[in-house]
């Protein structure tokens, strides 16, 4: 399977602890997004990375948040002390580098009780 | 107001039924994209337009730039078209053109 794979699909934790989300994106995709999607809503940007670069983090990405692409291949995005308010589902996606098709993630649902 | 809407949000449709899928923005744009999201959460390119209209199969979408206006038809609809449809523009230079921007989604049920 070439296409984006996401570990682990679903995360049950308590408020509080820490969590961390991985994302291996198609092989020569050299950009990485990460999405958060709550329920009834449309996905919202969160960070973006071009090869192992941060372009960009957007408002909704607190300090309890931290993403990192460390080789320019696989990504991981942690969240600290989560709160109910992170319950979502975290999408991944990634494309080449001219801005075309966006090749989505299965997800990781995450459910903070 | 969110930079993208979408019309109806939930849309229920008897098979072999014509439908139609409406997205408006408010910003300038260099592609829109119309993606599909089974659930389980699963999402899939469908479309990607700059101008004009494009054909898949029993898919058609239109987007007309100066109205800012985009529509996804389905012909001959099917129960395994069921599903949400999502409207997500990228912006036109600098910073904003590779992230997406998305709607919140039209849920379609086809009925056999």
């Known amino acids: 399977d070439t296409g984006v794979s996401q570990d682990p699909r679903h995360k049950i934790t308590k408020r509080g602890q820490n969590v961390t989300f991985r994302c291996d994106p198609i092989?020569?995709?050299?950009?990485l997004y990460w999405y958060r999607q709550t329920l009834g809503q449309g996905p919202e940007f969160l960070t973006y990375?071009?090869?192992?670069?941060?372009?960009?983090k957007s408002r909704l990405l607190s300090d309890r948040f931290s993403a990192e692409r460390p080789k320019g291949s696989f990504s991981t995005l942690e969240i600290q002390r989560t709160e109910q308010g992170d319950s979502a589902m975290y999408l991944c996606a990634s494309s080449p580098g001219t801005p075309v098709y966006q090749y989505f993630g299965p997800g990781t649902r995450l459910l903070v009780l | 107001k969110n930079e993208v809407e979408q019309s109806p949000q939930n849309l229920t449709a008897q098979e072999g039924e014509f439908i139609t899928i409406n997205c408006s923005y408010s910003?300038?744009?260099?592609?829109l994209h119309w993606l599909q999201q089974h659930p389980g959460g699963g999402i899939v390119s469908l479309f990607m337009l700059s101008s004009g209209k494009k054909k898949h199969g029993r898919l058609i979408a239109t987007i007309n730039i100066q109205e800012k206006h985009s529509s996804l038809h389905i012909t001959a609809s099917h129960p395994r078209d069921s599903a949400v449809y999502i409207c997500a523009v990228r912006g036109v230079s600098g910073g904003s053109n590779y992230k997406l921007t998305f709607g919140k989604g039209t849920l379609l049920t086809v009925n056999p």
């Open positions: 990375f071009q090869n192992e670069a941060q372009l960009e």
């Open positions: 910003v300038g744009i260099s592609a």
């Open positions: 092989s020569e995709h050299n950009r």
